[in-house]
Every structure is written in structure tokens, then in C-alpha cells.
């Protein structure tokens, strides 16, 4: 008994050293083995591509740009729109006084060269000192008359005047030259012709300009809009117009006028500054797609260059795609503020750039998840040798002990039944045997229910019966097996169990 207190006591006490540090340190090794395989799942997840920081950075800054690009583009525009309807109202004034003067319709000038150059001579200044004033390449009106007398079909008069040699954003300095319009013009205001010079321009030039003639307008404040890209005839400049109408008293369009916006002027003005050069360039589409004609502004670095290019328009996830036969860009794009118009604003950056942070990215971070994968098992692989595994072993050290106790005390019972042998009278031994001979089932099923020690509940639930009808059994078995009590039953069945004679159920 000494020894079992002891070992008992020593049980006891390493299961309480053990608890909260088997707790601890399975709970260590459990964090470890997760980091390690959340790691292996961002890897995979980042070398598929469906993770990817750099891609959250580089869409950041293409909005940053991109919202500062569309604001200005929006002012220079809707400042543009007010220096046209000015220009509108002017030119309107100025042709109604000309004409009551001369005391002819507008009508009555087509197939009159020498009245409308005067008219044009007249008209020059409110037209050169509005595009002096206003953010663009160039300023223009068209009247619905022509010089030609065979037909009034074929070309359109009006004055069309452009910058000279743009080589940056300001042009007060420029010198005016002129594209459309009477060479009396040029030459009374000392100005060169352009090279490719023309009198009137070509009906079928400018077709979004030339459908506001003989329109009705209620308000001119909402007549104005952005054209499409044309190709102007026989240069290598691409423009689009701030057009509006020009009215007579009665409210209808006898012309049209409005602003240039070249893309070689688009490019000096909106140029990437360095410091966000490394992430492209601004432009400006004809439309969101899948086909449009385009105008890249590209960076001050020259690290993204200006182009005028045809492109293939393609969603990106939630970036855009733009691509030629030998462009490639990426980035986000808006409808253009304040423009009544489809053209859209965007932020670029070349695709093979884009491409390359994302790779470099994509390695940076695989490294990383690299690294920590191989110190989560390596941790976790320590652990297991340093605490997992000793305290694997302590447990099977406490188990073979418990097993010993129970060996123990399974001998310890064994000497008891020796020792109460002798208080139990042979012949009621040999009684009680007769008598387990004579139980019924029910009693026999009752009877080892007493002896493995149920409780009366338990033998009453499990039996399924009520109180008086085991109180009925209990009084038959005692009867039968010579006891006068449950004590006695079960002090005379372990004595046999132990004596080498169990007695059968």
C-alpha cells in the first residue's frame, strides 16, 4: 500500500506539471504548422497571379492620376465651352451689323468673293483674340455660304486659324498662321499661310461641325460639344474641336465655330509630370471601345511616349487595355468631364512596365512566403523534437503506471477475497451456487446488475421496470441464493470471482 500511495502521489503530481505546459506548447506547435500552411496558400495563390500587392499600388496611382487629369482636362473644356458661347455671341453680332449694313442677307452673299472676304477681314480680330485667350492649337468658324457660285455644296467659307510650330503648353508667343479662309486676311494682318492652305474648307471635312448648320437653338450654353478625331486634310495633325453653333436673330445656326485641340497640342499639355512618370501617361480616347482612335500625352522623361494611334480596347480585370500594332498600354479610364461628348480620359502606363513590376512583385512575395514556410517547419519540426515529442512519451510513461495501478489494485482485491474467504461458510458458498442455477433470466439479468455495482435507478431503467417489481425480483433472489441482503450478494460473488469459482449469471 505504501509503494501504490507513492506512485500514486508522483502520478499525480507530473499531471499537474504537464497540464498547462502540454496545453502551451501544443498550442505552439497547432500556430505553427497553420502559419506554415497559410503561407504555402499565399504562395500558390501568388504565383497563380490572384494575389498580387503591386497591383493595388499601381491601380492607386493610376486613380490619383487619373482623377487629376480628367479635373484639369474638365476646366480647360468647360473654360473652352465659355470662350466659345462668347465667340458665338460675337461673331453672331458682328455678321448681323455687317450684313445690315451692306443691307444683304447671308444668302445674297454666296457666289461673292470680294463681300465675303471683307466679312471675314472683319470678323479676323474677335476670332484671333478669343483663341489667344483660350487653352488650345487653334480657333475656327464656318458659315452655311461659300465664293464658289456653281455650288453652294462644295465647301464652306469662314476663317480657320492655327499656332504655328507648337513646341509647348503656352502659346502667347506663337505666331498665328492661316489653315481656311481669304489670303486678304493673311496678308492684311501680316500673317504667314499654312502649307496646306485652302480658301473654304471641303464640305464632308468636319461632318459634326458642319450638322449644327440650319439647326434651331434654344440655348446655346447646351449646344456645345467635343468632336470626334479627324485627320486634317493634307497634314499629319489629328484634331478635335470645341464646336458650337452660330446663331441668327431668330435663333438658327448659319454657322459654326469653336476651338482646335491637336493631339501634338494634347501631348505638350498634359504631359506625365516626373515624379509619376514611372507610372505613364495620360490620354484621350474617341470612345471606351472596342475600337477607338486615340491620343497618348505620354511623360515629361520621355519613360512613356506621346502616340496617335488606332487601338484595340480590352477589360483587364478592373484595368483597361489599350493595343496596337505596336503599342501596348494599361490603365484606368472616365468619361470625359464636361466634354457632351463619348470620349473618355485615361491614365496609362506601357503594359510591358506594368507586366514587369507585377513580376517583380510576384517574386518579392514568393520569397517572402518562401521564407516563411521554411521557418514555420523548421520551428514547427523543433518543437515536435524538443516538447511534442517528450510529452508523447511522459503520456505513455503515465499510461503504464495507470496500468499498473489497476494491476495492483486488481491483486489488492484478490487479497481481500482471500482474506474474506475465511469470513464466508463454505456451505453457504455451495448454497449460493445452487441457487444462481435456479434464477430466471430476468432474475439473472437483475443479479449481475447487482453485482457490477448499478445503482437502484440505473437497474431500474435499464431492467424496465417500477420500484415494487424489483423489490419483487430482489426478495425472489435472495430466497434462492441463501442472503439476506444486496451487501451479502455481492461480498459472497466477488469472494468467488476471486477464489477461482465465478458463479455464472
Known sequence: MGESGKDERL?????????????????????????ALVACAF??????????????????????????????LGRDIDSAAANGIALSHQLSELIDAHLSHSGLSLDLLAGNPERIDQLELELFTALQSSMRATACSGAFFILDVTANAASRQDSFAGLYLKYANIHS?????????LFRGASNVARENEMNL???????????????????????????????????????????????????????????????????????YFQLSYKAIDATSEYGACALLDSPGPE????????????????????????????????????????KTTPLPE????????????????????ADS??????????TLVVALGASWLAGKRYVAPVATRLVHLRQMHERERAETENHFSVLADQRRDEVHPHDLEGFLIGLDTLTPKERMIYQ???????????????????????????????????????????????????GRPGKP
Open 169 to 177: 503648353q503656352n502659346t502667347s508667343s506663337n505666331r498665328i498662321c
Open 292 to 331: 477607338t482612335k486615340g491620343c497618348i500625352a505620354g511623360s515629361q522623361s520621355g519613360y512613356a511616349p506621346g502616340a496617335t494611334s488606332d487601338f484595340i480596347v480590352s477589360a483587364k480585370g478592373s484595368l483597361t487595355t489599350l493595343e496596337s500594332s505596336e503599342l501596348g498600354f494599361i490603365g
Open 43 to 72: 504562395m500558390l495563390l501568388n504565383l497563380t497571379g490572384a494575389i498580387n500587392p503591386a497591383n493595388r499600388s499601381i491601380e492607386q496611382t493610376l486613380d490619383h492620376q487619373l482623377d487629376v487629369t480628367a479635373e484639369q
Open 339 to 358: 466634354s457632351r461628348s463619348t470620349h473618355v480620359v485615361a491614365a496609362l502606363m506601357p503594359l510591358t512596365h506594368y507586366e514587369a513590376l507585377l
Open 194 to 264: 499654312h502649307s496646306s492652305w485652302q480658301l473654304e474648307t471641303a464640305a464632308g471635312t468636319f461632318p459634326q461641325c458642319e450638322s449644327l448648320l440650319g439647326a434651331n437653338v434654344d440655348d446655346l450654353a447646351q449646344a456645345y460639344f467635343v468632336t470626334e478625331t479627324y485627320a486634317l486634310p493634307d497634314t499629319w495633325e489629328n484634331v478635335r474641336f470645341i464646336c458650337l453653333p452660330i446663331l441668327d436673330e431668330a435663333g438658327r445656326s448659319i454657322g459654326a465655330c469653336g476651338f482646335e485641340m491637336s493631339d501634338l
Open 449 to 499: 446488475m447487482h453485482v457490477d455495482g448499478l445503482s437502484t435507478a440505473e437497474i431500474l431503467r435499464r431492467a424496465e421496470i417500477n420500484q415494487n417489481t424489483l423489490k419483487y425480483h430482489n426478495r425472489n433472489i435472495y430466497v434462492k441464493l441463501g442472503v439476506s441482503s444486496r451487501k451479502q450478494l455481492q461480498l459472497i460473488a466477488t469472494t468467488l470471482k476471486y477464489s
Open 362 to 371: 510576384r517574386l518579392k512575395l514568393t520569397l517572402s512566403l518562401l521564407i
Open 11 to 35: 502520478a499525480s503530481s507530473e499531471e499537474k506539471q504537464l497540464g498547462t505546459s502540454l496545453r502551451i506548447r501544443f498550442a505552439a506547435y497547432v500556430i505553427l504548422l497553420i502559419c
